[in-house]
T-cell receptor, first 114, second 112 residues
C-alpha cells in the first residue's frame, strides 16, 4: 500500500516556541493531505485539509494562525504549531489518499510542550 | 450533525472466537466506509473499506454494510491476541472532499 511518512516522530518543546511537522507521501503524489490530532483515548479529530498550491481548509474551531499549513509540493505538507502551549500537546497525524481511493496515515508525531 | 458512533468497549473475547464490532452513522449521504485498527501510541492502519451494501470478506475480516439502517460492522474470525487494539470506524463525509469522520473507536481485547 501507499506509504506516508512524518517527521519528527516525537518532539518536546518549550512553551512559546514553534514546531514544524512534515508529512510526505513516499510513492505517490497527493494533491490533498489531511491533518488530524488525537488526544489520549480519544478519536481522531480532523484539523484541516491541506491542498497543494492553495490555502488549507480548516475545520471549525481550529485556529489557522496557530496551526500553519503549507502544501508546497505534491509530496510534502507541513504543519507548524506556532507559539505552542501545553494544551497543544497531542498526537498529530497526517494522511493522504492513495491511488486506490484509500486514505493512508502517517506514523504520527507526538508533541509535548513543557 | 454528522456523527459516527461506536461502543467504546472494552470488548473482550476469548482467543479463537469471533469479535463483532459495530458502528452507526448519521449522514445518509455517506458512500464510503472504512475500518482502521490502532495500536496504543501508533497511528491508524487501514483494515478494510466497503462501499456497497452486503458483506465484504478479506481473510479473517468481514465488513458488513447496511445503508438503509446506517450501520456498518466488522467481524474478526479466529481472534488472536495480536488483534487486541482499538478499532476505528470512519465514514466519508457526503458532499465530496474526501474527508473522513471517525468514531471514537472500540477497544478490543482478545484473551488467552
Amino acid at each position: 500500500g501507499a506509504v506516508v511518512s512524518q517527521h519528527p516522530s516525537r518532539v518536546i518543546c518549550k512553551s512559546g516556541t514553534s514546531v514544524k511537522i512534515e508529512c510526505r507521501s513516499l510513492d505517490f503524489q497527493a494533491t490533498t493531505m489531511f491533518w488530524y490530532r488525537q488526544f489520549p483515548k480519544k478519536s481522531l479529530m480532523l484539523m484541516a485539509t491541506s491542498n497543494e498550491g492553495s490555502k488549507a481548509t480548516y475545520e471549525q474551531g481550529v485556529e489557522k494562525d496557530k496551526f500553519l499549513i503549507n502544501h508546497a509540493s505534491l509530496t510534502l505538507s507541513t504543519l507548524t504549531v506556532t507559539s505552542a502551549h501545553p494544551e497543544d500537546s497531542s498526537f498529530y497525524i497526517c494522511s493522504a489518499w492513495g491511488q486506490a481511493e484509500e486514505q493512508y496515515f502517517g506514523p504520527g508525531t507526538r508533541l509535548t510542550v513543557t | 450533525q454528522k456523527e459516527v458512533e461506536q461502543n467504546s468497549g472494552p470488548l473482550s473475547v476469548p482467543e479463537g472466537a469471533i469479535a463483532s464490532l459495530n458502528c452507526t452513522y448519521s449522514d445518509r449521504g455517506s458512500q464510503s466506509f472504512f475500518w482502521y485498527r490502532q495500536y496504543s501510541g501508533k497511528s491508524p492502519e487501514l483494515i478494510m473499506f466497503i462501499y456497497s451494501n452486503g458483506d465484504k470478506e478479506d481473510g479473517r475480516f468481514t465488513a458488513q454494510l447496511n445503508k438503509a439502517s446506517q450501520y456498518v460492522s466488522l467481524l474478526i474470525r479466529d481472534s488472536q491476541p495480536s488483534d487486541s487494539a482499538t478499532y476505528l470506524c470512519a465514514v466519508e463525509v457526503g458532499g465530496g472532499g474526501n474527508k473522513l469522520t471517525f468514531g471514537t473507536g472500540t477497544q478490543l481485547k482478545v484473551e488467552l
